[in-house]
Structure formats: structure tokens, C-alpha cells
């Protein structure tokens, strides 16, 4: 255990902090900061995504089978908003300080061209499968750059990451956060995860897709107007706030944390986790949208960082910062649930974040399921693996509901290093292909069409 955390503390500390910002600075120049100056395309498409039929190649699929791109949408915020926005941000926030917020939202702003590049390149090398289009970071390895030894390496470590650890670590927290606020016995909610995961996924992508787009955005905006409520009702405190996460984002406040080291480490470990931009998850899902071009789904994924880190991470952290408790002790989505006890003056807010948690963190077992199926097909097409997977997927859901998981986040933390640094080789290489297809759609929309893309080069778009 303590070798693995050496190896990454060094990971992390020194290697992917530099890949991650250097890939994201180098997209950010490359698409002319496409984050920023498409926002109000990436808005528009949003509010058209719910259709399926945005595709030149709808004889394809059975309609019943597409998944529109609000859909695709759903389910990466589904695997994006969860234990890492309540249970993430409060342990950046008890070890690397308030600052360790400042850097979250710095590595989603220019972390974000790295997704839209690789959830463009995602739908440009998509493949179609027996119910859907299939695609990610394995797809676009293979078929892009050639190397099957590397796109295999990739597929192992995003199933063990996400169908494994990650679902063990989303079950672990479901079942604290009941046992802080009602004292409900692991095994009892942990097997009845177990069952409701199972049923779920074993309806595939498409029932996946259908839970994600239904129970998400509720949440989700349930949550934002408890954290906007709680903004309003301590408005004269935000100022201190915002100015408490500056100084110690720059180690001008020592007691406000483990100084400015330790803020950009937590900032960025905790915020790739919580937001994925430019892991290799996201593309997964981003891969089985039916759209008439790859732009369109790369800027909605593009969209959902922002979702996931600027608006939802930072309801944790005014509700955390504002409560006045951040340096209390706790950690964990426990001390989200204090904050909020805090805040309302009564055990309600245990309740709610707990409420929350379940709904955030179970589709996130079911999202992250999907991303580990699409990467077991990938390597194998014996639909006998699938079945054992799913049967794993089960098993370690109930491990990870009564269990303490140290070992599993040292884990995952090694895992998802690794895969997220094989997906940045990749999209280096592959990044110029991302750039082309975002001037022929600026070039499409500039003469008033709603942008198409077909070429014989790519199958799937012929």
C-alpha cells in the first residue's frame, strides 16, 4: 500500500500535472480557445440534442436503437457528476485548502479543449455495433494511428478503473452517506445497489442513456438552487470566500491549507477526477451520438466540463467554504454533509446530500459500466465476457458497499494515471484531425448550413 501511494505521489505530483496542462495549453492554442468562443454554439446544439435523427446515415440504425446527443450528453455528466463533485471536492478541500478550488476550475477552463479534441476524434472514428455506435479512445487508437498493442492497454485499464474501482469507490460513498444521515446497515442498501445496478445494466446503452436523461438534470438542478439558496442567505460572506481561495491557492494562506503545492496537486487530481477532461472516459459515450457531424458532438461534451466542474463542483465548495467547517477534521462526502447541517441548522442536510449522492452516484456506476462494456467489446466479441463482466461489475459493487476502499482509490488513482496518460499520447497525435474538422464546421456554419461531414476515408461516415 504505501509503495503505491509513493509511485502516485510522483505520478501525479510531477508527470501528469505537467501532460495534463501541456495538452490542454496546446489544444486551447491550436482550436483558438474553442471553450470559450463556441460557448454560445455549444448552448445552441444543447438546446436541439434531444433529436435522433440528426444523422446523414439514419438507415443505418434502427431508430429505436440511436442515442441522441442529449442522450450521450447525460450519461457523460451522469459518469462526470457524482461521488468527485460532493465527496471529491470536500477531500481537496480538507487536505490541499480552499485553494485547491481555484485550481479545479483552471483545469476544467483550459482542460477543456483537450475534451472537445478527443470527443470529436471519438465520433470521427466511431464504429457501429449490434444496437449502437461504438467508439473512444481504443477506437480511434487502432483505426487512427494503427497500434492494436496500445489500444488493447488502453481498453484494460478504463475497464478496470471504471467498471471496477471507480463503481467499488461511487457504492462506498452511497452507503456512508445513508449510514451518517439514517444509520442504514451497509449490507441491506448495499445489495439493494447491487440489484437496481444489474437490472440496469443489462438493458445496455440504450436503458443507460434513458435513466441518465431523466434523473440527472433533476438532481443536478436541485442541487445548484440548494447551493444558489445558501449564496443568497450568506451573500456577505462570498467576498471572504472568494478571497480565502485565492491566498491559498497561491500559499498566501498557510493556515488555510498545505500551501501551494499541495492546492494545485488536490486542485487537479480531484478535479480530472470529478470532470474527466481529457482521461478517455468521456469519448466512450460521446462515440454513440447520432449526428450529421463530429463537431457537434465534441462541443456538447465540451459543454458538460463545464457542467460538471464550474457549476456543480463549485455548489460543493460555496456550501463547504460558506459553512465555516472546512478545517474541522472530516472528510469525504461526510464533510459535505456536516456543512450542509451546518448551513440549514438541522440534520436535513445529511438527508438531502445523501438523497443527492445516491441518485449522482448510482448513475455513475451504471455510466461508468457503459465504459468499461464498450472497451471489453472492443477487445473481445464473446458475448460470454460481457455476462462475466456484468457479473463482476455486481460483485464489486456490493464489495465496495461494505468495505473500506483505501486500497481501491490508491488503485484507481494508478489506473486512471495510466490510461489518462496513454489517451494524451493519442490525442497528441491525432489532435491536427480535431483542429481540420472544427474549420470545416466554422466554414459550414459561416455560410448559414447546419454543418454535414461525409467521407469515404472514416466508415461510418461514407
Not at 469525504?332 to 449522492?357: C, H, K, P, R, Y
Amino acid at each position: 500500500m504505501d509503495t503505491l501511494n509513493t509511485i502516485n505521489d510522483w505520478l501525479w505530483t510531477y508527470l501528469l500535472i505537467a501532460l495534463l496542462l501541456a495538452a490542454a495549453v496546446w489544444f486551447t492554442i491550436a482550436t483558438r480557445g474553442v471553450q470559450i468562443r463556441m460557448l454560445p454554439e455549444m448552448l445552441r446544439l444543447l438546446a436541439r440534442s434531444g433529436q435522433k435523427h440528426d444523422d446523414p446515415r439514419q438507415g443505418r440504425l434502427d431508430d429505436r436503437h440511436k442515442i441522441s446527443s442529449f442522450q450521450a450528453f447525460a450519461v457523460s455528466i451522469a459518469s462526470r457528476v457524482g461521488t468527485g463533485n460532493l465527496a471529491g471536492v470536500a477531500t481537496a478541500i480538507a487536505i490541499g485548502g480552499p485553494g485547491a478550488v481555484l485550481w479545479m476550475w483552471i483545469i476544467a477552463l483550459i482542460g477543456a479543449a483537450s475534451a472537445f479534441v478527443e470527443s470529436t476524434l471519438a465520433q470521427l472514428y466511431k464504429v457501429k455495433g449490434d444496437r449502437s455506435f461504438m467508439g473512444g479512445p481504443a477506437y480511434y487508437i487502432l483505426h487512427g494511428i494503427g497500434k492494436r498493442w496500445w489500444a488493447v492497454t488502453f481498453a484494460v485499464l478504463i475497464t478496470v478503473t471504471f467498471g471496477l474501482a471507480f463503481n467499488s469507490v461511487q457504492a462506498n460513498t452511497i452507503t456512508a452517506a445513508a449510514r451518517a444521515a439514517w444509520g442504514v446497515d451497509e449490507w441491506w442498501l448495499g445489495g439493494a445497489i447491487t440489484v437496481l445496478t444489474v437490472v440496469i445494466i443489462w438493458g445496455g446503452i440504450q436503458r443507460i442513456s434513458r435513466l441518465s436523461e431523466v434523473v440527472v438534470p433533476v438532481m443536478a438542478i436541485a442541487y445548484i438552487i440548494l447551493a444558489i439558496v445558501i449564496l443568497i442567505v450568506n451573500f456577505d460572506r462570498v467576498p471572504g470566500a472568494l478571497r480565502l481561495i485565492w491566498d491559498s491557492a497561491w500559499g498566501l494562506s498557510q493556515a488555510a491549507g498545505a500551501g501551494m503545492g499541495m492546492a494545485v496537486i488536490m486542485g487537479v487530481k480531484r478535479g480530472l477526477f470529478s470532470n474527466e477532461a481529457g482521461e478517455g472516459s468521456a469519448p466512450n459515450v460521446a462515440a454513440t451520438a447520432s449526428v450529421s457531424h463530429p463537431v457537434k458532438q465534441g462541443l456538447i461534451q465540451t459543454f458538460a466540463v463545464f457542467t460538471d466542474t464550474l457549476i456543480i463542483c463549485t455548489c460543493t465548495a460555496i456550501i463547504i467554504l460558506l459553512s465555516g467547517i472546512y478545517d474541522c477534521g472530516a472528510s469525504g462526502i461526510n464533510l459535505t454533509q456536516q456543512a450542509l447541517d451546518e448551513e440549514l441548522g438541522m440534520s436535513a442536510g445529511s438527508s438531502f446530500v445523501a438523497v443527492i449522492i445516491f441518485f449522482f452516484a448510482f448513475t455513475s456506476i451504471v455510466a461508468n459500466y457503459y465504459y468499461g462494456e464498450t472497451n471489453l467489446r472492443f477487445i473481445t466479441p464473446r458475448k460470454g465476457w460481457i455476462t462475466a463482466y456484468r457479473l463482476v461489475v455486481g460483485a464489486l459493487v456490493m464489495t465496495g458497499s461494505v468495505a473500506s476502499l483505501d486500497f481501491v482509490w490508491a488503485l484507481a488513482d494508478l489506473t486512471m494515471g495510466l490510461m489518462t496518460m496513454c489517451n494524451l499520447a493519442a490525442i497528441a497525435v491525432l489532435g491536427p484531425l480535431a483542429v481540420w474538422l472544427l474549420r470545416d464546421y466554422c466554414e459550414q456554419r459561416r455560410r448559414g448550413l447546419d454543418p454535414t461531414f461525409t467521407d469515404p476515408r472514416y466508415p461510418c461516415w461514407r
